[in-house]
């Protein structure tokens, strides 16, 4: 421990031990710790100031980001509901879920959709018509379905669509409103702006502050006056 100290005094006051324990050098060893400490305590008053603000910003960023996500996610999940509930299915054949009828692998929305059953010898087929007048079809063999299976699906399918088309009704409005909130979400900047405007004040405030570069000028001044002492070079 003691061995430490002594390196580390020999360090701080280059030049050999009279140098850096004499009483005659007392006084240029004490201007040298006043300046050098007053360098560093406006070193780290002046991070210190700036990470307390830039962690203002970053945490006022932050929780912007967090409310304008939550926003967006909610007008996702109003706009693109995905397909909801599994209510009922044929198989892999076709399958009705609360917003849409998967047909094979395709996905028709409900809204707008009408289905029709016709019948033939070996299988019986589910048309869906689109609201665009496209149809899709599934092919369903006697084998694997009744007839009153499929047609109980084509009346699910039909109740699911007048379903559908009231909530769509209602999807519209609150996604209207989910809109307006996530602009206005978008338009909350208040708290960014000041925290960006304080980290620009603290930097107008840095540039026009004398202190560093007087307390440095002061620091070279007691490293000139080492150096011609001791014929050594101090560090800063």
Do not use: C
């Amino acid at each position: 421990m003691a061995g430490g100290f002594l390196v580390w005094r020999l360090w701080r006051y280059p030049g050999g031990w009279r140098y850096a324990f004499g009483a005659e050098y007392a006084a240029e060893r004490e201007a040298l710790d006043r300046a050098r400490g007053k360098v560093s305590r406006l070193r780290s008053e002046a991070a210190e100031r700036r990470a307390a603000v830039e962690g203002r910003l970053k945490d006022a960023e932050g929780v912007y980001r967090r409310r304008v996500r939550a926003a967006e996610l909610r007008v996702e999940g109003i706009a693109f509901p995905g397909p909801g509930q599994l209510l009922d299915q044929l198989g892999d054949r076709a399958s009705l879920y609360e917003h849409v009828l998967v047909v094979g692998r395709e996905e028709l929305p409900l809204v707008g959709l009408v289905v029709r059953i016709e019948v033939g010898k070996a299988s019986q087929f589910l048309y869906a018509t689109l609201p665009d007048g496209g149809e899709r079809f599934a092919t369903l063999p006697y084998e694997e379905h009744t007839e009153d299976e499929v047609r109980g699906f084509a009346g699910r399918v039909t109740n699911a669509v007048a379903a559908e088309k009231t909530a769509f009704a209602g999807r519209e409005q609150r996604l209207a409103v989910a809109v307006e909130d996530l602009a206005r979400v978008k338009a909350g900047t208040d708290a960014v702006d000041a925290a960006r405007t304080d980290l620009d004040r603290l930097a107008e405030a840095e540039r026009s502050d004398l202190r560093p570069a007087s307390a440095r000028r002061e620091l070279d001044r007691a490293r000139a006056r080492w150096d011609s002492v001791t014929g050594r070079s101090s560090h800063s």
